[in-house]
């Protein structure tokens, strides 16, 4: 079989924070592969430690037990490009200045970076914004900036934390239109984070069904629905009851 160049792999994972008078378990040995080039959900409610797993596998923590595989090798800085529920742009700098930042950290010659930038900015449907800075942009625009800088960061893999939880109903449903055409036509790992059972099934290949704190998986349904998926479809409504009836309350 031949081997995934950015295949991902967990096995028993676990995530305990110690605080003053207690210990707070919050991941419980979670074991799974993400594969090369597709569009995984994590899906769970409210508080069950889904951030907490995003920025284990972005390094940003590190997980009290198990271990995490990238390509058979540890994730290291630049594997991986987030995307946040709070835009997290630097509010000084123009769009393109905000895309075009990892390249820059990286000493990239300006010509090329900009240039890479551009098409990313292009694809997002920014193109015209270039100059405009965050505050002058609607949460929509804001989170296409964020999505345009994670993929010119040319990292393989994206995580979105919730990126469009912040978005009005009408916005969010156009984010994801957006963000599948995106990927379809530039194919990366996207692990993307969501309470919304709705989002997951309109997105997923694959959903990991988590439950509530110390998350678990509780179930992990393939996705087998043709794209464009609709909201509507008997079929879509079928997973939908079936994964809220599955789902834990918030805690
Ligand atoms: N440094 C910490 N010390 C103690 N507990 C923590 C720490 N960081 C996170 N937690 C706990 O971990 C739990 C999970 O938090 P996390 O932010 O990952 O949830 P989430 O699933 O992303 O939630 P939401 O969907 O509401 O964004 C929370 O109950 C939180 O209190």
């Not at 599948?180 to 996207?190: A, D, L, P």
């Not at 959903?207 to 704190?213: E, Q």
Request: overall charge neutral; glycine content about 6%; aromatic content about 8%.
């Amino acid at each position: 079989m031949a081997v995934l160049k950015n295949k991902i792999e967990l096995k028993n994972v676990s995530k305990v924070y110690e605080t003053r008078d207690k210990q707070v378990e919050v991941l419980n040995n979670l074991s799974f592969e993400v594969h090369e080039n597709e569009f995984l959900v994590l899906l769970g409610p409210g508080r069950c430690g889904k951030t907490v797993l995003l920025n284990i596998l972005a390094n940003l923590e590190k997980q009290t037990s198990g271990t995490i595989e990238f390509a058979g090798r540890r994730p290291k800085m630049g594997d991986l490009g987030m995307v946040f529920q709070k835009y997290a742009l630097f509010p000084w700098k123009t769009v393109m200045g905000n895309v075009e930042m990892s390249q820059k950290l990286k000493g990239v010659d300006k010509k090329v970076r900009q240039e890479k930038a551009q098409e990313y900015i292009n694809l997002v449907g920014l193109k015209g914004f270039e100059n405009s800075l965050p505050k002058q942009l609607s949460g929509g625009m804001k989170q296409r900036v964020g999505i345009a800088r994670a993929y010119a960061s040319e990292s393989d893999i994206l995580l979105l934390d919730e990126p469009f939880g912040a978005l009005d109903a009408q916005t969010r449903y156009q984010m994801e239109d957006e963000i599948i055409k995106i990927w379809e036509k530039n194919k990366k790992t996207i692990i993307f984070v969501t309470n919304n059972v709705e989002e997951a099934l309109y997105l997923g290949d694959r959903i990991l069904l988590l439950s509530s704190r110390p998350a678990e998986i509780k179930k992990e349904y393939v996705v087998d629905l043709p794209r464009p998926r609709s909201y509507t479809d008997k079929a879509f409504l079928e997973y939908r009851n079936e994964i809220v009836d599955n789902t834990d309350l918030d805690i």
